[in-house]
């Protein structure tokens, strides 16, 4: 049974935004953990997009190719991460994926829950 699913996905010409949303099942909890967004075109290896830091969701890092153009946050009472993507490029285009980590890093192997991804095509 997954624990978290993403939406919001799709196609969407350059220069547009597109929301992602990534929400956890029912029970389970992720207030404590760090959340982040990965993204993996084809052929290429998944990358860290963002992430965002436990709690409040005060403290967020973004890998510098979405730098001023994408915004996460979180909205713990929703149990609810989000992902606001400005300004898409075709190189944005990907499958996204939310995971959680209970450690702050950008290593994918330290995320232990994995949402199934949500495609975002960016056409020029």
């Known amino acids: 049974q997954a624990q978290l699913t993403e939406s919001g996905g799709g196609l969407v010409q350059a220069g547009g935004s597109l929301r992602l949303s990534c929400a956890a099942s029912?029970?389970?909890?992720?207030?404590?953990?760090?959340r982040g967004w990965f993204r993996q075109a084809p052929g290429k290896e998944r990358e860290f997009v963002a992430m965002?830091?436990?709690?409040?969701?005060?403290?967020?890092l973004y890998t510098d190719f979405v730098k001023g153009r994408f915004t996460i946050s979180r909205d713990n009472a929703k149990n609810t991460l989000y992902l606001q993507m400005n300004s898409l490029k075709p190189e944005d285009t990907a499958v996204y994926y939310c995971?959680?980590?209970?450690?702050?890093?950008?290593?994918?192997?330290?995320?232990?829950?994995w949402g199934q991804g949500t495609q975002v095509t960016v056409s020029s």
């Open positions: 029912a029970g389970r909890t992720f207030s404590r953990y760090v």
């Open positions: 965002i830091d436990s709690g409040s969701g005060q403290i967020a």
């Open positions: 995971a959680a980590s209970p450690r702050w890093t950008t290593a994918p192997d330290s995320f232990d829950s």
